[in-house]
């Protein structure tokens, strides 16, 4: 559902602050149904842009100054040049990347007010940082019409990121920030950039995602870790055939045949992104028959590799997965997004869902003494203007 009370907040916020009346904008969160880690390794993934959202009010001015203000945390910010080496709030990092991105092809010769503020839980792996960039990609690019590609903007947020916020992500949660589809999911395949798109038909069932509530400062540098160690595997495997550009080139049985290659930890990370890359495409097979049940298999199956092959996981997730399998209104559960923290995806029945939360909240607070935060989410339409 789109969160109309905090629309009409931020719209009432922006004349109080710069007497000007802006547009609407809005960009979504998103999850991802299977594929986790594949986007940067060139391989399939399939996403959905979800009915979280960060809302944007964006007007351009003529005071020389860029003027950024944030509803959740209630801080303002001013800035002049677009320059990495500043002291910014971190959410800020994020608007100046998008807005140096486009002054790279082009000069802006304007500044812009925004106010922005999201519903989308922060630190739960449904990357509200993509929306804030993709959103900000779109206000500008209608605001200058400047009549950019989705794809163009997908591309121009991601390297936002990469630059002004160190973390090297893949397309994903850009592209599906920007290309979601209401009551669809799509399959995106991150060498070429294209995608097909599937009705997500879940009948009795619903998504629900369980938030831990907890984020461990591993996230980011073991982020960044994995790419390195799948680079590693790619180098190893190309003195082999030097038409490997990236693991969704190397086969199962080429990996197995390798197993000390060039160490453990190589194996442990290309096994893992090798079959996933073949739990997507089964995904995909399986969506088109309406089959929930595999689906749900399938879920279980990226959990376990996650945790002892790629070892992202942690002992939160875990037990809120382990929880799911005693559950046989639970069809399947799985850690989702980057690691370390964040939430799970849960495949329910309509009818267990509210002895699923209780359930569940009261064994994740006997064990950990924090309670988990549920969210039922269903895909929704991409960035657009609002009003």
Known sequence: MFPDQLKNKIEQKFPELFHAKPNIYAAPGRINIIGEHTDYNMGFVMPAAIDKYIVFAVQMNSANVHRFYSIDYNQYQEVQSLGKDQKLYFWAKYLMGVLAQFEKEQPLNTCFDVVFGGDIPLGAGLSSSAALESGMATAVNHLLGLNKEPLELVKLAQKAEHEYAGVMCGIMDQYASVFGKKNH???????????????????????????????????????????????RAVSYFQTHDSGIQSLSDVSLELINQHPQMPDAVSYKRSKFIVEELLRVDEASRVLDLGNLEELGKLLYQTHHGLQHEYEVSCQELDFLVDETRIMPQVLGARMMGGGFGGCTLNLVHKDFSGDFEKKLTTSYQNKFSIAPEFYLVQPEDGARLVS
Do not use: I, M, Q
Request: charge should be negative.
């Open 185 to 231: 999911v799509f399959k995106l395949d991150c060498r070429t950039n294209t995608h097909h798109y599937f009705p997500l038909e879940l009948g009795d069932y619903e998504l629900w995602l369980v938030n831990t509530k907890v984020k461990h400062s591993l996230a980011s540098s073991e982020y960044n870790d994995r790419r390195a160690e799948c680079e």
